[in-house]
Nanobody, 121 residues
């Protein structure tokens, strides 16, 4: 089982990044994918989620209108397009997968390794 998160980097405020989460070997088909983010000293927080089968996406209020989820079923990859980035978006971003969509970390058993997003002000 593997979740590969990638695409982080350093960007100026107002810029864009696209994160990718590629799943392989999961013991269930059409997984829900949730992106969480975490800064040092704080709990991991919900950012965005997509229900693969229902093709429904949810976003935290803090990213709504700026972040967009999409998926490539052939590549088993979910993308998080992040536009108009703000300094407060700086965090390590993790993707998680499960048969049911959750907005809390405790709902997931399968996690990617995290990718650092740094937004300079």
């Amino acid at each position: 089982v593997q979740l590969q998160a990638s695409g982080g980097g350093l960007v100026q405020a107002g810029g864009s990044l696209r994160l990718s989460c590629t799943a392989s070997g999961l013991p269930f088909s059409r997984p829900a994918i949730t992106w969480f983010r975490q800064v040092p000293g704080k709990e991991r927080e919900f950012a965005a989620a997509i229900s693969w089968g229902a093709d429904v996406a949810f976003y935290a209020d803090s990213v709504k209108g700026r972040f967009t989820l999409s998926r490539d079923s052939v590549k088993n990859t979910v993308y998080l397009q992040m536009n108009s980035l703000k300094f407060e978006d700086t965090a390590v971003y993790f993707c998680a997968a499960g048969p049911i969509l959750h907005r809390v970390p405790s709902g997931y058993n399968y996690w990617g390794q995290g990718t650092q997003v740094t937004v300079s002000s």
